[in-house]
């Protein structure tokens, strides 16, 4: 069972992603903080990060880039889903943080399952 670790500062978005994924039979862990994030990455080894991009003590930009950098967390598939939609924002997260995938919020649950097991895919197992 895959482990999608979810990182958002709004605890309904965690709440609401958290009982889709599990329905889908994902194992979830969650942060409500980017400093949350790297403090657990390591601990709980998931196989995806669902991550915000705004949120009140690190943007999820940099949380991404601290993420991809790093020689023990760079393979991790990390996924933007933010309100952030416009063409600079996307750019920046594929550009700056190195993430995966750019989704937009509100996403739909079907966009989003797609999406996540495409990105578990291609990880090397």
Known sequence: MAKIMVVDDDPDHIFVLKIALRREGYEVAEAHSGAECMNKISHVKPDLVV???MMSDMNGW???KRIKEDPLTSSIPVAMLSVRKEEGDIKKSFEYAYAD???CKPIEL???MSTV???LKRTPA
């Open 51 to 53: 991550l915000d991009i």
């Open 62 to 64: 940099d949380v991404c």
């Open 101 to 103: 995938e750019h989704m």
């Open 110 to 112: 079907g966009k989003l």
């Open 117 to 119: 097991e495409v990105l």
